[in-house]
């Protein structure tokens, strides 16, 4: 069985943006009860993980650039809330 | 007027890449160019790295040619000849593992000259004798600085884990890569990675974390990747790095020994050397009788002594053998010869490679492939005919099947009374075969080709035949 999920922002009763689901991609039944995620990447598609996952591989300074990139998500996630409450 | 009235017939498997593609027209193989892809390859042509890779004969002859013979398209190319197409899932570990550093080192020698690789396929690969050669110059692409490599997880999926998959694990990739045109995904990996598997070399970044950035970053398109790594300081020494990191880690692996019958099967057969000495120069005289054959197809190689002996007077030999381990013991002692025209490949004759991918025709089945000049089929009608109960008359079929017209058959028939069939008759319910004689073989030859001559072994339990089909 399938069905689609996709990215979502809400704003709780105290006015946090909360993100309900992360993923833009299919959910399937395993067969013993549980959802598995599928995807489905195309021929040419470097596919996002896949790229950052080479950062880490390329040793310490790889690993720097990943640290780097998650931090400036993580900074640009704060600096894009008090935008979304004005 | 169409293509095929001018008879320009497109390849059904290269349709992936929309910005170029691959013809056939008569025995030339041409690649039509868009603009885009014209312009690269002119960036392509002129770079010393991409002219060494070919004259080391590592990335396959290629010239442009007037575009005029492919209507349509900005620039045509036209590639050296292949001498047989094969696909992934019939090469050995040796062969995927050398396929898989022939790719990466490419790629390490086009980064520093300011290009990659749009994909990581191990489709990208063929083979001209046991060298691997790079087919896919379309995959050329000019390096955006700040960007790693898009091909990273084609060749994770289509190399780098059927190589785990074997050297951890001890499992066949072969049947793994068959079934599935795009190869393994890290999510399935990742199922047959737990506990301390977890650890072992490749495992806890290619397949763990890859399967799990995948899932986390599922919703972010690559675009926006690309760009939040260039702004993180991701450069060409990094993508460099991380090429050589999957060069060490691939040097590493190797395949797990498992005991295997077929290993040992020319020490255990049985012949004497009267008998051996008889059949090798059989062989050779029927391959010779053939006028310098431009392909050769060994049907059950085993340690490939019979290939050996037919690569003296043929353009390329193909020598098909069902066990992997076999096959891939011959593949190391071929590259350790030097030996320049013989392919090994791994597949079961009860059971050949089907057609695969879109349609079923984009990766062509053996059948579609097989046109060669000569086949041999040395002491396997009893394996397929008594081990796996194939009727002798349909064995006599595919193996004709696999000669171009006025092509020749080496054959040779096991009687009943031979120590081999006798084992593997004793396996059966008795009186299960009672067509499997040799007047009822011979008879099938008669009615379907030409028996040019014909000998029986010194032993007096084997008798070969050399016959020719539809002149």
Redesign the interface.
């Known amino acids: 069985m399938w069905r689609r999920s996709?990215?979502r922002c809400q704003r709780n009763k105290w006015g946090v943006t909360v993100e309900i689901l992360?993923?833009?991609?299919r959910w399937r039944h395993d067969g013993e009860g549980r959802e598995?995620?599928?995807?489905h990447?195309a021929?040419?598609?470097?596919?996002?993980?896949?790229?950052?996952?080479?950062?880490?591989?390329?040793?310490v300074?790889?690993a720097?650039?990943?640290a780097?990139?998650y931090w400036?998500?993580l900074v640009d996630r704060f600096r894009r809330q008090p935008t979304d409450r004005g | 007027m169409t293509s095929s009235d001018i008879g320009i017939r497109v390849d059904p498997g290269s349709f992936?890449?929309p910005a170029n593609r691959v013809f056939h027209v008569g025995d030339q193989v041409l690649r039509g160019l868009d603009p885009q892809a014209a312009r690269d390859w002119a960036a392509l042509a002129g770079s010393g790295f991409f002219t060494r890779l070919v004259a080391e004969g590592k990335v396959c002859g290629t010239e442009q040619v007037d575009p005029a013979v492919l209507p349509g398209w900005a620039a045509v190319l036209r590639h050296e000849r292949i001498p047989f197409v094969s696909h992934p899932y019939e090469w050995s570990f040796g062969m995927l593992r050398d396929a898989a550093l022939l790719h990466l080192e490419i790629l390490r020698r086009a980064l520093p000259a300011g290009f990659t690789t749009?994909?990581g396929s191990a489709y990208n690969l063929q083979w001209r004798g046991v060298t691997p050669v790079f087919i896919d110059v379309g995959s050329f692409t000019p390096l955006a600085d700040g960007?790693?490599?898009?091909?990273?997880?084609?060749f994770?999926q289509t190399l780098l884990y059927p190589l785990l998959l074997q050297a951890h694990l001890g499992l066949d990739f072969q049947p793994w890569l068959r079934s599935r045109v795009?190869g393994i995904?890290p999510?399935q990996m990742r199922r047959l990675f737990r506990g301390a598997r977890r650890l072992l070399p490749g495992v806890p970044?290619?397949v763990h974390?890859?399967g799990?950035?995948?899932?986390?970053?599922?919703?972010?398109?690559?675009a926006?990747?690309?760009a939040?790594?260039r702004?993180?300081?991701?450069s060409r020494?990094?993508?460099l790095?991380?090429v050589r990191?999957?060069e060490k880690l691939v040097r590493r692996l190797d395949r797990r020994e498992e005991p295997s019958h077929w290993v040992d099967y020319q020490r255990t057969c049985g012949y004497t050397a009267q008998d051996r000495a008889e059949k090798e120069r059989f062989v050779e005289a029927a391959v010779r009788a053939a006028g310098a054959p431009r392909l050769v197809l060994d049907l059950g190689a085993n340690d490939g002594r019979y290939a050996r002996i037919a690569a003296r007077h043929a353009a390329a030999v193909v020598a098909v053998e069902q066990d992997p381990a076999v096959a891939d013991t011959l593949y190391r002692a071929l590259r350790a010869e030097g030996d320049q025209r013989i392919l090994p490949l791994v597949m079961d004759l009860a059971d050949p490679s089907p057609g695969g991918g879109w349609g079923g025709v984009e990766r062509a089945g053996f059948s579609t492939r097989a046109r060669a000049e000569v086949a041999l089929a040395l002491a396997v009608v009893h394996h397929l005919a008594i081990g796996r109960n194939v009727p002798l008359g349909q064995v006599v079929d595919q193996f004709l099947g696999c000669l171009r017209p006025g092509g020749r058959l080496v054959v040779e028939f096991v009687h009943p009374e031979d120590p081999m069939a006798r084992r593997l008759l004793a396996n059966k319910p008795d009186g299960l075969f009672p067509e499997y004689r040799r007047d009822v073989f011979e008879r099938l030859l008669a009615a379907r080709c030409r028996v040019e001559r014909q000998r029986e072994l010194p032993s007096g339990t084997r008798t070969l035949y050399q016959v020719v089909v539809g002149d």
């Open positions: 996709s990215v992360t993923l833009d991609c598995r995620l599928v995807m990447l021929y040419l598609d470097a596919g996002s993980g896949s790229l950052i996952v080479q950062a880490v591989v390329g040793g300074a790889g720097a650039v990943a780097k990139l400036r998500r | 992936r890449d749009k994909d960007e790693p490599w898009a091909g990273y997880r084609q994770c795009d995904e999510d970044t290619h974390l890859h799990a950035m995948q899932q986390r970053n599922a919703g972010a398109s690559s926006d990747v690309r939040q790594l702004a993180a300081g991701y020494q990094l993508a790095a991380t990191g999957i």
